[in-house]
């Protein structure tokens, strides 16, 4: 077997700094206790200084000049472009990029194409006045067409920032139109659930009210736009991307923005460029020769996560359609057509695959399949149990911890680090992640506060529309804490365990806990349990504060086709969680609910829908941020309800 690139890492940087880095316990406290000599050693990994201006200074200042948070300066001197770092790879053979559709359309772009595709829509744009520092916005599925905008957009140092077409024309303005695009970039449509879905209309529509001066459209043209295939007319001049700052923007994320206008998150070409080798290179040991599916959709960062296959040499897969049509197979028969070595997924799609009794390692060719990912919600151990009894025994599982707000990965699965169900196997390479206290001490098998305690490279650079930063200190590190002179750290939200052989257990968002009689529990693991329950689709518990101390825990479920909500069913629920949790945490009363709302990238909406069933007045949630607004007047009738 081809030896894995954290080991080869592990040994030149164990070599570098006198210690043997072999084990990646011993690996990990090198990375985050001396993160200049560790953040220099991927540099070195990666070859970097063959992209960037000018060969690396020496010195910790010139890897990290500043560290404190907010405000770290990384790499201070240094200039480069994240395209030079994909297109340092275009001397691969074969296909840098497939792209699949619903109807299993299948399309396909070779490293040997990709320089002279980037090159043409990079001097459209350049030719409609976009250049450093301009906006691009994207209104477009998961396709290759897509890869090749971004990767133009980025090449120019304009910014990039996408939003998927499930958004109708006013949700996605109420993000993009704060950046004042010049460009647009859409499709004229494109099919799900067994449907083609026509987007002119739509796309028109957001072209006007991001008031751009060039639309540009994938698939059948709209009138005073210009096609891709105009877009992509002069491809015999490869891109020459423009040096920039390491912290140059590179992209602009968007928070969920269910309760107030989505905060506009700019990440760096450098610090992604970092990010992204370590996560993709080091812990999934992605290279040339790697095939790469992350089933994801452009308002999702693992969209972005994707691209970084590229940075690798990776091919990576698009998309675009319903991963569960017309059946929970759909994915799997990806995997196996394309030799897929690195899936992707979230839990919702595993748990669809188990329930409807699929065996993909038996019903497909998944020789390939080297590793599989799952992020966007806690994976269930019953879930890890199931993909090594179905998918293929002893497959490495990387359940991963990380968000918009970086870009990356906080925590996951590493090569060569052995997987136990229900856990995240590490934290990441580089990463200060502690679980603290409420007395800001550092807790060791008990649960806690995750928190960051020292910087990483992919930190936001700043918050769109912010100048004095007072919205990017507020929504990471304005906390208190029972102690004080604690030093300054991010806080994510989530409660985490971490064990004592440096694995994590994500319990949940801290500020949806559930906290009865004083005993707290995350509801990820009532999810764990509830959702294990054939009959149960998904669960969704909220834990509600009422006058005179009171405290209501209801349990909202969905089910599968077919099944009731008996008494027998609900009794289940009770002694399971019971048994396996918690007596104190049976639900009040379990409820069946016409669905679940999420955030269009999949997340529950715990937070707001609590104090919704609370009946607090105040609380406004963005119809265009829900997947289906029309469930919340149910929950509000079930606050009212229970309220009397």
């Known amino acids: ?52 201006a000018a060969p690396l200074e020496d010195g910790d200042d010139a890897v990290l000049a500043d560290r404190d948070m907010p405000g770290a300066r990384w790499f201070p001197g240094v ?63 998961d396709v290759p067409e897509t890869v090749i905008a971004f990767l133009a957009t980025a090449s120019l140092g ?20 704060q950046l004042a695009p010049k460009v647009l970039f859409s499709s004229s449509g494109y099919r799900y659930n067994g449907k083609d879905v026509d987007k002119r209309a739509d796309s028109e529509e957001l072209a006007v009210l991001l008031g751009v ?64 080798l370590k996560a993709a290179g080091l812990h999934s040991d992605l290279r040339p020769g790697s095939v790469f599916f992350w089933q994801t959709a452009l308002s999702w960062m693992m969209w972005n996560f994707q691209a970084a296959g590229l940075l690798v040499g990776a091919r990576i897969v698009t998309y675009s359609g319903s991963p569960l049509y017309p059946d929970a197979d759909t ?9 897929v070595t690195y899936f992707g997924t979230s839990p919702g799609q595993l748990q669809a695959s188990r329930k409807a009794g699929l065996r993909p390692g038996a019903d497909h060719d998944l020789s390939a399949l080297e590793a599989l990912g799952s992020t966007g919600s806690t994976l269930a151990a019953d879930l890890f149990t199931w993909v090594d009894d179905n998918v293929a025994a002893g497959l490495p599982i990387s359940s991963i911890s990380g ?23 590490v934290r990441y390479l580089g990463v200060a992640l502690e679980s603290w206290s409420p007395q800001a001490k550092p807790l060791i098998g008990e649960v806690g506060e995750m928190v960051i305690s020292a910087p990483m490279p992919s930190m936001p650079v700043h918050f769109w529309d912010d100048p004095d930063g007072e919205r990017y200190r507020k929504a990471y590190f304005a906390h208190e804490w029972d102690a004080v002179d604690v030093p300054t750290v991010w806080r994510h939200g989530d409660w985490v365990t971490v064990t004592d052989r440096g694995s994590l257990i994500i319990h949940g968002r801290s500020d949806a806990t559930l906290n009865r009689n004083g005993i707290r529990m995350g509801s990820a693991d009532i999810y764990e349990v509830v959702e294990g329950i054939s009959e149960i689709a998904e669960a969704f518990v909220l834990g509600v504060d009422g006058p005179g101390g009171e405290y209501w825990m209801p349990l909202f479920v969905t089910l599968v086709p077919g099944a009731e909500l008996t008494d027998e069913l609900t009794a289940q629920i009770a002694s399971q969680v019971k048994t396996r949790l918690s007596a104190r945490h049976v639900p009040d009363e379990v409820i069946v609910a016409p669905g679940i709302p999420h955030t269009r990238t999949g997340k529950k909406l715990e937070v707001p829908v609590t104090a919704i069933l609370a009946g607090r007045t105040e609380v406004s949630i963005d119809p265009k941020s829900v997947d289906d607004y029309s469930l919340i007047d149910w929950y509000a009738e079930q606050g009212r309800t229970h309220r009397g």
Request: aromatic share 8%; charged share 20%; glycine share 12%.
């Open 213 to 276: 001066s060039t639309h540009i459209v994938v698939g059948e043209s709209v009138d005073g736009a210009v096609s891709w295939d105009e877009a992509t007319a002069d491809r015999t001049r490869p891109v020459e991307p423009v040096k920039v700052p390491f912290d140059h923007p590179l992209w602009v994320l968007f928070s969920s923005g269910t309760t107030g206008k989505p905060k506009g998150i700019v990440h760096g070409h450098g610090g992604v460029v970092l990010e992204h």
């Open 1 to 52: 077997m081809t030896e894995s690139q954290i080991s080869r890492f592990a040994e030149n940087y164990g070599d570098s700094v006198g210690r043997d880095l072999t084990e990646y316990g011993a690996l990990w406290e090198q990375s985050v206790a001396d993160l200049p000599g560790f953040w220099r050693a991927v540099w070195d990994h990666f070859a970097l200084d063959t992209i960037a």
């Open 79 to 141: 200039e480069l472009n994240y395209v030079d770092a994909v297109l340092a790879n275009s001397g691969l053979e074969g296909a840098a990029i497939v792209g699949i559709t619903e109807d299993g359309t299948r399309t396909e772009i070779s490293w040997a194409e990709l320089p002279g595709l980037v090159g043409a829509v990079a001097r459209t744009l350049a030719e409609a006045g976009v250049g450093r520092g301009d906006v691009v916005a994207a209104y477009l599925p």
């Open 331 to 339: 994915l799997w028969r990806i995997v196996a057509d394309e030799k």
């Open 158 to 177: 304009a910014l990039w920032s996408g939003c998927g077409q499930d958004y109708a024309p006013e949700g996605a303005a109420g993000r993009m139109a």
């Open 403 to 425: 968000g918009t707000d970086v870009v990356s990965a906080f925590a996951g699965g590493s090569t060569g680090v052995p997987v136990v169900a229900g856990e995240l196997s």
